[in-house]
């Protein structure tokens, strides 16, 4: 399978961050939160009870990672808010309109017709110019095509306005797995962007199904649960090359893997490596989720 790239690189990725640091808070769970040590949470069991089944994975035709990652990222945590009583309902984000508006909105539009974001910009557009559901009238079908012309010139006028109502109000840096892990285990899902690549194919052990270390992967994905199981603590990292890229799955969605919370952690002590948690509300409010009634 041809592999589908897309993060700008971590020297673009440090510049951004200096330019737009100051307009992100840095990451708390707000409120009594309790302990996250030990726990599991898989928010696509919020999706499944929302939707019915996993969120699909559709593969991505050109170098738009970014805006995948962040689809993923923003659609499983409105999937936890809807679970949790939000009067909502479920409308799958349209990555095409994240790209543009990381590209061109919030980036300036200087990448020209070449392909690639980055993690910051894409976590900054949604909070200035909103999520856009793929079934609002006159949005079209995702394809290459479209993500290209979006990424070049923006996403349209008329797109911008049916999306500005409907922001992401809070998103911050994620610095290492124990803030990850409770961004997760409160049902935030997150973007990841680095270098860190892996062997294609998961090697299955103890019930999961893990991502190998192996190669560069200049590239975007969305993390969507924590395993904190004391002995093989993990992460459960999504992509966005369809549901067979990576093989069978023990535990979770298809096309993603587990990763290691140690491997996890040094990665994301990292400058250049992006990660972003997402959150629907204005913070990040403690969130007493039973995840076993999923």
């Not at 020297?11 to 726990?39: H, L, M, N, V, Y």
């Not at 990555?95 to 508006?101: E, L, Q, R, S, V």
């Not at 974001?117 to 290459?144: C, I, K, N, T």
Request: contains cysteine; glycine residues 12%; aromatic residues 12%.
């Amino acid at each position: 399978m041809k592999k589908s790239f897309g993060w700008l690189g971590p020297q673009a990725a440090r510049r951004a961050w200096d330019a737009f640091a100051d307009q992100f808070p840095a990451f708390e769970i707000q409120g009594a939160a309790t302990s996250t040590a030990g726990k599991r949470a898989c928010l696509w069991e919020a999706m499944q009870r929302v939707t019915g089944d996993y969120l699909p994975n559709i593969r991505q035709e050109i170098g738009d990672c970014v805006s995948w990652g962040a689809r993923n990222a923003v659609d499983h945590t409105a999937a936890v808010e809807i679970a949790l009583g939000e009067r909502e309902q479920f409308r799958a984000s349209f990555p095409p309109y994240f790209y543009g508006i990381s590209r061109v909105q919030v980036g300036g539009g200087k990448l020209g017709n070449s392909d690639g974001s980055l993690g910051v910009w894409a976590a900054d557009g949604v909070r200035r110019y909103g999520v856009l559901a793929a079934d609002q009238p006159d949005v079209p079908d995702y394809s290459g095509r479209v993500a290209k012309e979006w990424g070049y010139r923006g996403p349209p006028s008329a797109m911008i306005e049916l999306a500005r109502p409907h922001p992401f109000r809070t998103t911050a840096r994620i610095r290492s797995y124990a803030e990850l892990r409770d961004a997760l285990a409160n049902g935030y899902a997150c973007t990841i962007a680095s270098l860190r690549g892996y062997a294609m194919r998961l090697r299955d052990e103890h019930g999961k199904s893990w991502f190998v270390g192996r190669d560069t992967w200049p590239h975007q994905m969305a993390l969507v649960a924590v395993d904190d199981d004391p002995a093989r603590p993990a992460a459960y990292r999504l992509n966005s090359w369809g549901p067979d890229a990576h093989g069978p799955q023990l535990d979770g969605p298809p096309g993603g893997g587990w990763c290691h919370a140690e491997e996890l952690d040094r990665e994301l002590r990292d400058d250049g490596c992006e990660c972003f948690a997402f959150s629907g509300f204005e913070g990040f409010p403690a969130r007493p989720i039973d995840w076993s009634a999923f």
